[in-house]
């Protein structure tokens, strides 16, 4: 891989050394501060204020708009009700639970898929180049579009899966129709999407990989599987670290897809957690508040996710 | 040595090929067949008539290219602003020292965290607040800062040397003029793997446009296709023809900077 961006040593977090006699020459003090004002500014208001807006939130009975002159409308505190409510809250349970299944399923089954392409495709030549574009292609697409062209191969009597299902001999299977092959679609069609850009990830592990290990171990008359489990393996383990937990992430927000996919259906088959917090939001009356709640839950478990990767891509170096 | 076209493998390209190829191919043969075509059962793989009567009747409904066009004001825009405030942004945490910088940077790292699904309510309320919502300004300014985009500046212009600056700063160079005339030209590179990514995702972008608009006039192509998409009895031929030309300028865009989108995305993946 040759990066675009060069490549520094320093871990991600950490600071490069300014030379000292710099801090005396800034003429202009305030220049920096004018250079990061934009930046700071808008993510300030989109997105820090509001986490801290939404927590707060978390703790009223309130609707999404508030009218000072209409006393109905004014948010009332209620403490930790709108968690403890959770707790009995039948639709945020299930769809946390099929969340939860999904994430459960569908990233381990994209890690092994994205490994497995990564040491299919990874020879450098021009030939598996173009075949990796191609499984890349996916990702710069968006996930409406992707709903969307699965839903179009998945369709009961006119779908293309179906068709050469029919031709071997196999009945017709009720992808969008049936709870269950509805999650198996969603699945399907989200690995589709995600396992280019993992195994891109993965290609990179592997090419760190020095290629004397396996020449060592060819040498000793060492297995190809048992050099994949010995040496590729344990090698590749931080990169599996950062695979595991991004993609995780990316599955927990899982939203867009279902929109063009299933449209949350059949029933609410594949209502995940986001169509949830927005539905509960904006189709109820004064529930902002246990939205809110839902929110900071699913906030709990990313910031979990993201703190787990820190942790593991600082132990890398 | 290792055969790399060893028949096996060679079997398993083919098959991956397939299942790759497969959505989008199939989703492009479809949209050029006629109305009575696309429903035909058993389907046929290549239309039997090529018809482009999907397309011009999308793209006649004069709406389409409503979408189509504010789609394209605010992937531009919003890129062009993206870009511009994470150079500043991503040139003042590589060569300043200033009180704070730690913090500015780790509170810039921090809302990787947040997620807008995690804070639409609020932000939606914020929106309303600055008279954003259903306006293209809105889509436009609120997701331009992107830490992603700060982070990779930072990373680039860190290795641009210090000693150009010493330079030109001894010669009175105004500081506006060392970060146009040297750090910007010097990092073209990264401007324009951060601007091509911009693009991308703002041109897929739903969940901003989604939350922002509701006013018809102001859809984008995602809010257009998802609206297409969610209601009862899909009108498949609409729906194909609407979905090719969305991604058609992803995939010109794509065709002519793979290189540089894919390897660009190593450096931020890996680095992340």
Not at chain 1, 8 to 18: E, I, K, M, R, W
Not at chain 1, 137 to 153: D, E
Not at chain 2, 176 to 181: A, D, G, T
Not at chain 2, 255 to 267: T, V
């Amino acid at each position: 891989m040759t990066a675009a961006i060069p490549q520094q040593g320093s871990s991600a977090l950490g600071f490069h050394p300014v030379p000292k006699g710099r801090r005396n020459s800034l003429f202009n003090l305030g220049w920096p501060y004018l250079l990061m004002l934009p930046t700071i500014a808008l993510l300030v208001t989109f997105t820090l204020y509001p986490l801290v807006q939404g927590l707060m939130m978390a703790f009223f009975k309130r609707g999404v708009v508030v009218v000072p002159q209409v006393p109905s409308t004014l948010p009332q505190y209620v403490g930790f009700d709108n968690f403890l409510g959770l707790l009995s809250d039948a639709d945020f349970q299930t769809s946390l639970v099929k969340t939860v299944a999904f994430v459960v399923i569908a990233v381990p089954l994209n890690i092994v898929a994205s490994l497995a392409l990564a040491l299919l495709l990874s020879p450098q030549t021009r030939f598996f180049a173009v075949v990796r574009t191609i499984v890349f292609f996916p990702s710069m697409i968006s996930l409406l579009i992707i709903g969307v062209s699965w839903r179009w191969l998945f369709g009961l009597n006119n779908g293309l899966v179906n068709y050469l299902l029919s031709l071997a001999g196999i009945a017709p299977v009720p992808w969008l129709e049936q709870d269950t092959m509805a999650q198996i679609a969603m699945i399907i069609a989200w690995v589709w999407a995600q396992v280019g850009f993992n195994m891109m990830i993965f290609i990179a592990g592997l090419t760190a990989i020095s290629a004397d290990y396996y020449e060592a171990a060819s040498i000793d008359g060492t297995s190809k599987w048992r050099q994949f489990t010995h040496i590729t393996l344990p090698l590749l383990r931080p990169t599996m670290a950062v695979v595991l937990v991004l993609s995780s992430i990316e599955a927990f927000k899982v939203y867009e897809l279902v929109v063009s996919l299933t449209g949350g259906g059949p029933g609410k088959a594949t209502v995940y957690l986001i169509q949830t917090i927005y539905d509960t939001a904006f189709q109820k009356p004064m529930q902002a508040g246990v939205a809110a709640a839902q929110s900071m839950v699913l906030f709990a478990i990313l910031l979990l996710l993201t703190i787990v990767q820190l942790r593991l891509s600082r132990s890398q170096t | 040595m290792t055969r790399i076209y060893s028949p096996w493998r060679l079997a398993f390209v083919a098959l991956t090929l397939f299942v790759f190829l497969m959505p989008p191919v199939w989703l492009f043969l479809s949209s050029l067949k006629s109305q009575q075509e696309i429903f035909q059962w058993p389907p046929t793989i290549f239309p039997a008539h090529v018809t482009l009567q999907n397309f011009i009747e999308t793209v006649s409904r004069a709406k389409f290219l409503v979408f189509f066009r504010n789609s394209a004001i605010v992937s531009v825009l919003s890129a062009l602003l993206s870009v511009t405030i994470s150079v500043m942004a991503g040139y003042a945490l590589a060569k300043f020292r200033f009180k704070g910088d730690t913090l500015f940077f780790l509170l810039i790292m921090s809302s990787l965290m947040v997620p807008l699904q995690i804070v639409m309510i609020p932000v939606f309320l914020v929106l309303r607040d600055l008279h954003l919502l259903d306006t293209l300004a809105g889509i436009i300014i609120a997701p331009a800062a992107t830490p992603t985009g700060v982070f990779l500046m930072r990373q680039y212009i860190t290795n641009i040397p210090d000693s150009l600056l010493e330079a030109a700063r001894i010669d009175g160079t105004p500081e506006w003029r060392i970060l146009l005339r040297i750090i910007v030209p010097l990092s073209i590179p990264a401007i324009g793997t951060l601007l091509a990514f911009n693009l991308v995702w703002r041109w897929n972008d739903y969940l901003w446009p989604f939350l922002i608009i509701t006013d018809q006039d102001k859809w984008t192509v995602q809010v257009a296709l998802a609206n297409t998409v969610g209601r009862f009895g899909i009108n498949w031929p609409r729906l194909l023809s609407m979905s090719v030309l969305s991604v058609l300028p992803v995939l010109v865009m794509f065709a002519a900077l793979q290189r540089m989108l894919m390897s660009g995305l190593m450096a931020g993946a890996t680095k992340e």
